[in-house]
Structure formats: structure tokens, C-alpha cells
T-cell receptor, first 111, second 113 residues
């Protein structure tokens, strides 16, 4: 069965420290993975997708098919990075696409 | 505004009453999702529409929950005989048929008292 696992419910780091939010997936097809972020009192929004291989707000995520992982990393965390982060897997079944979500990781960056 | 719109933004209802939540997706988005987000919890999938059919209703927690979609536009999520445990933020998202990026509404905060 398709599944996305975010093992950490809460991650707390100090400002300037590196941060890694873990995401593992289970999918036999070719995965398309995303990270979404929800800042306090804002709507959930796309942060980045693996196919674009971009860095957004200093965050990067590399798809590792061998380890079936798509961890989100930032070398120096900032207080404004405090938010809820969700990893999502897109399934393509014919004309349908469906997102499978992890349960989310709450990142707290302390001063 | 071309974003996903949900109404009402807040709803307080008495236990046992029925409520109807509305989602207006972005025009042209054939996929529509409903999620529930309890306080301090992650996203809980409820139902997925492709056009006006619902190929996946597996997340609806009980038969008190139902959802409809008119064509490729408005969707309503109905909760009958509300219970206190139904209190949560209900999120709607839509996406294009060719792209997987989901665009979210601001949510409806439901409080059952």
C-alpha cells in the first residue's frame, strides 16, 4: 500500500542549527514527492517538489529511491521557519492523481 | 481572487445538529480533496473527488459524514448529528488534472458545543 511516513511529530532546534525533517515513502511506481508548509494562521502551501530540484527559503530535499526517502533539509534554521511541514506523495493512476500525506512534523526554531 | 474558497470560515454548532461546509475550488481544477485537521494533529484525509465522482471515500470517519460535488465546481461536506469529536478545521484543496500541486483553502473551523 502507498504510504508516507514522517517519523517525528515534533522537532525542536536552535536558530542557526541545521535541520532535517524526515520523510519516507512506500510506493512501487515512480514517485512524485512534495513538501508543504503551514505557517501559523496561514493556509497550507507548497514549499517544494522533487522534480524541480530547487531550493526554496534555503530548504532542499533530495529524492533517494534506494532509501525511499525525501528528507527536507536546511543548513541554518531561522525562527521564521517554525511551522508545520507535510510530506506528500502523488500517485498517478490513469487520469487520476491523488496525494498521500504524512502526518506532519511541527518544527520549532528557538532563539 | 482565484484561490480555493471555503465557507463559513468559522462555525459553532450544538451537538446533534447537522452542518454543511462549502468549498469553491479553483476554476479548471478537476481534483478536489477534503481533509480534517484536529488541534495539534496532522492532516486526516476524508474524501477525494475527480470531477463529480468520488473514487476514494475511504477517509470518511462514519456514515454521519457525506460529501457531494457539482460537476467540477462546488463541493459540500455534510456532517449529520454532530458530535464534539467532530470539532476540527476542515480543509479543502483542489488541483489540476495534469499537475499534482494542491491548492488549499483557508479552512472551516468547526466547533461542536
Amino acid at each position: 500500500a502507498q504510504r508516507v511516513t514522517q517519523p517525528e511529530k515534533l522537532l525542536s532546534v536552535f536558530k542557526g542549527a541545521p535541520v532535517e525533517l524526515k520523510c519516507n515513502y512506500s510506493y512501487s511506481g515512480s514517485p512524485e514527492l512534495f513538501w508543504y508548509v503551514q505557517y501559523s494562521r496561514q493556509r497550507l502551501q507548497l514549499l517544494l517538489r522533487h522534480i524541480s530540484r530547487e531550493s526554496i527559503k534555503g530548504f532542499t530535499a533530495d529524492l533517494n529511491k534506494g532509501e525511499t526517502s525525501f528528507h527536507l533539509k536546511k543548513p541554518f534554521a531561522q525562527e521564521e521557519d517554525s511551522a508545520m511541514y507535510y510530506c506528500a506523495l502523488s500517485l498517478n493512476a490513469g487520469n487520476n492523481r491523488k496525494l498521500i500525506w504524512g502526518l506532519g512534523t511541527s518544527l520549532a526554531v528557538n532563539p | 481572487g482565484a484561490g480555493v474558497s471555503q465557507s463559513p470560515s468559522n462555525k459553532v454548532t450544538e451537538k446533534g445538529k447537522d452542518v454543511e461546509l462549502r468549498c469553491d475550488p479553483i476554476s479548471g481544477h478537476t481534483a478536489l480533496y477534503w481533509y480534517r485537521q484536529r488541534l495539534g494533529q496532522g492532516l486526516e484525509f476524508l474524501i477525494y473527488f475527480q470531477g463529480n465522482s468520488a473514487p476514494d471515500k475511504s477517509g470518511l470517519p462514519s456514515d454521519r459524514f457525506s460529501a457531494e460535488r457539482t460537476g467540477e465546481s462546488v463541493s459540500t461536506l455534510t456532517i449529520q448529528r454532530t458530535q464534539q469529536e467532530d470539532s476540527a478545521v476542515y480543509l479543502c484543496a483542489s488541483s489540476l488534472p495534469s499537475g499534482a500541486e494542491a491548492f488549499f483553502g483557508q479552512g472551516t473551523r468547526l466547533t461542536v458545543v
